[in-house]
């Protein structure tokens, strides 16, 4: 999640060459309502009710938190055999900003990585550095920076005698694709999956130009990718994030917070991308109402509580999470 002051091309595109439908996966939570962690009982009854419509989740940090946000979450040990008993696949995430961070998040995954290798789908080291570093040179990484933490990862992995056994890559707003900032991390032959973030509403679009945007802010990403790669296939692309507030969340410009807009943009925007062989990654699953207000880099609030699909109770907001596929 970012806020972004970016205004996209709200024009349609070509759609990509469709060889099959998009995976529809969740970016997961490690945290319940009060802010304590989720134990792996927790976890399961998520995982319940998202293997409905989805086939995978991803997460953020391995170690989670133990500043303001709460206590320290260790989330592979109660996620991995969860995900594992649902039969679903995980995407980790490694926090890489700081190098504390980082080695904490590294040392956390691979004590479990050997055990649920038919489990973790893939790695993402870093989600959203470039574009923090952006907004604030003091905080997130540089393209380099970020390339030198994911070659540590990757040497590390090849060291454990694990490479090829997951994915590796990055998670950033689709924009710092999109203007080259990623290009290091593209060229280096280090990463085999890069997840792009996408909003139609960090781009303050009303709903009715939401999808259109979305859908462009996408191809351009891919685009500047594929052909910095030299290559359609060599690097796998995901949409990342996207999203849409439902009631109780804020306003972002044009864009008006509300569970009919959010379901609205889930049957069109993220339906169509699917549709297209994009794999998309919801935010969020589900509400996440611990955390604290939030500001962003334009002055304006940022209520993140209300971005789940389904409400922090597990209950669904959403009348129904079909796509209905064209032939």
Request: with cysteine; aromatic share 12%; glycine share 10%.
């Amino acid at each position: 999640m970012h806020f972004s002051s970016l205004l996209a091309v709200a024009a349609a595109t070509t759609p990509l060459a469709v060889y099959a439908k998009g995976q529809l996966g969740y970016a997961l939570g490690s945290r319940l309502s009060d802010g304590s962690c989720k134990a792996q009982s927790d976890y399961e009854a998520d995982l319940a009710v998202l293997k409905e419509t989805a086939t995978i989740v991803r997460t953020y940090a391995n170690v989670d938190g133990g500043d303001s946000s709460g206590p320290i979450c260790h989330v592979p040990g109660a996620l991995l055999p969860a995900a594992e008993a649902a039969g679903m696949k995980v995407i980790l995430g490694i926090w890489a900003d700081t190098d504390t961070a980082f080695d904490a998040d590294v040392a956390e995954f691979f004590k479990y990585a050997k055990d649920y290798t038919s489990t973790i789908y893939a790695v993402t080291v870093g989600s959203e550095a470039l574009y923090r570093n952006q907004q604030d040179s003091s905080t997130g990484l540089t393209g380099d920076g970020l390339l030198n933490q994911i070659s540590k990862f990757y040497s590390q992995t090849s060291s454990s005698g694990l490479l090829g056994k997951y994915k590796i890559g990055t998670a950033e707003s689709w924009n710092k694709y999109q203007d080259g900032t990623a290009n290091p991390i593209v060229s280096s032959g280090k990463v085999d999956i890069l997840l792009v973030n996408a909003f139609g509403y960090w781009q303050q679009q009303l709903i009715s130009n939401a999808t259109a945007t979305y859908l462009d802010d996408l191809q351009q990403a891919f685009g500047k990718i594929q052909s910095e790669a030299g290559s359609t296939t060599s690097i796998e692309l995901w949409n990342g994030e996207t999203g849409w507030p439902t009631d109780g969340g804020t306003n972002y410009g044009a864009a008006i917070a509300g569970t009919d807009n959010a379901f609205t943009f889930f049957k069109d925007g993220v339906c169509a991308a699917l549709d297209w062989n994009i794999n998309v990654f919801y935010f969020e699953a589900f509400d996440e109402p611990w955390k604290p207000a939030s500001t962003g880099a334009d002055g304006q609030p940022g209520n993140e509580n209300h971005w789940g699909a389904y409400n922090v109770d597990r209950s669904p907001k959403f009348k129904d999470y079909s796509c209905s596929y064209s032939s």
